[in-house]
């Protein structure tokens, strides 16, 4: 399943978002995270230490790659989950989009 | 960054086992740019004033816009009675789902102090209890 959460800053949503992926991978699943704020700060309700987070490689932007088709990515998932993915608490994998100081580039 | 971000949602998530969560910028331009559009579900969190639910609203008009199957409102830091009533209507008179009720919880502003998670800062606190139901009953 693929769940997008959403909501204005204040609500709560990256707390709602953290504590339900680490509970969901304690109840067996495979989570991955995905921290697409412009002020990324899932990490921290993940329980992943800021130093580590601060230490993760954002995705690169040429992971995109155009084709006549349309766009498709360069690597398999398990690819990017391994070059660009944080470990976190019960085996969450986290990924980064962007680190503050690049907000707005994409 | 978007046309990324939707591409890896669109190939991840797909075994039985696995569950992608995408915690996503709040605006509605973010939204609108599409990176949400290969997701199963969207849940949109709101708190019980009128304001946060007329957001939250604009917020589930657009994922239901992108096609998604399920949208549905999350109503966190719900004081009481008047909160619980105050959300049902709004979600009634809109045709919103109400996916789970989180209470306001001052453990959670006391993790975020602390800079830790939630979870490993009082794993019995009513609104992670919460959480934990949403979990069960939202994500299949």
Redesign the interface.
Known sequence: ?????????G??????????????AR????????????NPN?S????IP?DRFNSVPT?P?D??QRTPDG???SK??DE?RSSHSLDG?DGVSL?V??HPQHAG?? | ?????R???E???E?P??????????SPE??SRG??M??????????PYFK?LE??RR?AAL?TDLG?PRVAL?A??MRDERDEAAVREFAEQHGLEVAGT?PFDEA?PA??RA??????HDPGAP??AA??E???SF??
């Open positions: 399943m693929k769940l997008v959460v959403a909501g204005k800053g609500s709560g949503k990256t707390s709602i978002s953290g504590t339900l992926a680490r509970l969901l109840s067996g699943r495979r989570v991955l995270a995905i921290d697409a704020d412009s899932l921290l309700t993940l329980g800021a995705l932007r992971l995109l766009a498709r990515l398999s998932l990017i608490p990924l989009m962007a580039t994409g | 960054m978007h046309a990324t971000v591409s890896v949602i190939v991840s998530g075994g086992a696995d569950v992608t969560i995408l915690d996503t910028e709040a973010h939204l990176t949400a290969h997701a199963d579900a969207m849940l949109v969190v709101v708190e946060s957001t939250g917020m994922g998604l999350v966190n830091k989180i959670m993790a975020e800079g830790v998670s939630p979870l490993d609104s992670v959480i934990g949403l979990a069960r994500v299949r």
